[in-house]
């Protein structure tokens, strides 16, 4: 019966939201070259709020490059050159009057390996605030409580806040770097591979803590394991070799994918 | 078929152990003449300087009579001396390492700039004294003031302690700049609160050991030419002064034998106050030491 009645109260809540969903990122014919290497190709995207989006694809095929040119992170890079637009709620984030720390307090990221600052509990989520002008003890207390609470880590860590973050484990770090990202309240979260350096158990909480924060948060992810993209997402790109071959509807995506190279994929023949 | 033939190996055995054994001493050795030479500098040092090494020999001016010589310029000097040479040469090394690694695009001119600062180091100093004559003491018309020795011993150590910044902040991982940009931080906000605390360590120890040279240094004070008997200490920077290593070398080459033995007090000052700069920077890089 369950299995049944599941996806049936799944696909009616998508629909009730779908139509008052905006894009919170449109991306239209982006391109992208390390020097001579043309990484992304014609990219199309419409990535909407308050959801999941999974990018699935092989080793090199750009889906890292993708999301880091998202909050324009990849502009470290020195040899990096992009054409093309990615609007952020209808402002190209590559105009030249575009501020890139404002479109980073909006966009946070999660990354791939845990990088807490080698600063205390508190210090670690309060920084973000702190860097945007927040003072105020008791509105910084008040911060980080959200923020770890929101992060599903506050009871595990609410009586050591002083302590350096350096102590916890790797999949208590990464559960503090997702705090610390929650604590400038952003618009988004960009998340390149959040689990792949976690052991199965901190890989779990960190997806329940994702579909927690699909609620008020527009959640764009990167991983390299498609069971955990189908778990968790709501729509999934597929890239190859730096081009989109499929966005869809992760069940779609996953059960019916309308392109062979996607089908291939995901049934492990190859990458 | 084996390629590898034990009776062969086991042969060979006893031949590689001995060479290990014996090459074990020869680095022993290399070692021990470093010690045995440094204990015999020590020990005729404090043999000879002991004897005038009384709390007199700490308030005294400098004199023609050995037994009534005194550091008491010297060491007012010497500290004067730090006082402008701490900010200055830190300001700008400190200043300096910031803008190559954190703000300069990576482009031939920056690896043009990082290599000649390496080669600076290795400038002899007393190049760096006439350097000091030129533009400081002559052409800003400093005099043979404080702050025109300080300004060219600011110089002379400058290299050593951007080397040491550098090295410093590039041993603070990419991932934490990161974070820091990806939540919006600006660049020198990201220096501030994560670059700076992980790296202040490094910076101060190479700082520390840097001014410790200054502090011996005499080839640019001769160049200068600062004045080895003076009969008041320093009231301000433009005032004239003497230091330390110029004091010791003025009375080696003293022609009375008893001037010698008042050197040796002299350097036994000087070590003292070496002894204490070094051991801060070894304390502060043990306090502050982080793992990453």
């Known amino acids: 019966m369950t299995t049944i009645v599941k996806p049936e109260v799944k696909t009616a809540e998508k629909e009730t939201v779908k139509k008052n969903k905006s894009s919170v990122y449109k991306t239209e014919q982006l391109n992208l070259w390390y020097g001579s290497n043309h990484a992304l190709k014609n990219i199309d995207l419409d990535i909407k709020e308050n959801e999941v989006t999974a990018i699935i694809g092989p080793s090199g095929c750009g889906k890292s490059t993708y999301i880091k040119t998202l909050n324009r992170m990849i502009e470290t890079i020195p040899s990096v050159k992009t054409s093309g637009v990615i609007n952020y709620r209808d402002k190209n984030i590559f105009d030249k009057e575009y501020q890139v720390e404002e479109l980073r307090t909006k966009v946070g990221m999660v990354f791939q390996k845990p990088n807490p600052f080698p600063k205390s509990i508190y210090d670690n989520i309060a920084y973000g605030p702190r860097i945007h002008g927040i003072k105020n003890k008791k509105i910084l207390d008040q911060i980080v409580e959200k923020s770890l609470r929101g992060a599903a880590i506050w009871d595990e860590v609410k009586d050591r806040l002083s302590e350096n973050a350096y102590g916890l484990s790797g999949g208590q770090q990464q559960r503090i770097c997702i705090a610390r990202c929650l604590a400038i309240e952003p618009d988004v979260i960009l998340m390149d591979e959040p689990t792949s350096a976690l052991d199965p158990i901190s890989t779990l909480k960190v997806e329940e803590l994702v579909q927690d924060l699909k609620k008020d948060y527009s959640i764009i992810i990167v991983t390299h394991n498609m069971q955990q993209a189908a778990r968790i997402s709501d729509k999934t790109a597929f890239f190859l070799n730096g081009e989109v071959v499929e966005f869809d509807e992760t069940d779609k995506i996953f059960s019916n994918p309308s392109d062979e190279r996607t089908e291939d994929y995901i049934s492990g023949r190859f990458g | ?292």
């Open chain 2, 1 to 292: 078929m084996k390629y590898v033939n034990h009776e062969e190996v086991a042969a060979k055995t006893k031949t590689r152990l001995t060479k290990n054994t014996l090459l074990k001493g020869v680095f022993a050795a290399a070692t021990g003449f470093g010690l045995i030479v440094l204990a015999i500098l020590l020990y005729r040092i404090v043999t000879q300087g002991s004897d005038y090494l009384s709390f007199e020999f700490f308030t005294s001016f400098a004199s023609r009579i050995p037994e009534n010589s005194g550091i008491k310029a010297a060491i007012l000097g010497s500290v004067y001396l730090m006082l402008v040479v701490a900010p200055v040469s830190m300001f700008l090394g400190v200043g300096t390492a910031i803008y190559l690694e954190e703000y300069a695009k990576r482009n031939r001119f920056t690896n043009f700039i990082k290599v000649n600062i390496s080669n600076l180091a290795g400038v002899p100093s007393v190049v760096f004294g006439l350097l000091g004559l030129t533009i400081f003491v002559r052409y800003f018309d400093l005099g043979i003031s404080i702050l025109a020795a300080g300004l060219t011993m600011s110089l002379l150590i400058l290299p050593i302690i951007i080397v040491a910044s550098q090295e410093a902040i590039r041993a603070v991982p990419n991932e934490l700049r990161e974070a820091s940009f990806a939540m919006g931080a600006t660049r020198w906000q990201t220096i501030l609160r994560v670059v700076l605390p992980a790296s202040i360590p490094g910076i101060l120890t190479g700082s520390i050991l840097a001014l410790s040279r200054a502090i011996g240094e005499t080839a640019p004070l001769v160049v200068i030419g600062i004045p080895t008997i003076l009969m008041f200490t320093p009231d301000g920077i433009m005032s004239t002064f003497t230091a330390l290593p110029m004091q010791i070398f003025d009375w080696t080459k003293r022609p009375q034998v008893e001037f010698h033995d008042v050197a040796a007090a002299g350097i036994i000052v000087l070590m003292g106050l070496l002894i204490i700069m070094n051991s801060i920077a070894v304390f502060i890089r043990n306090k502050y030491q982080k793992r990453y």
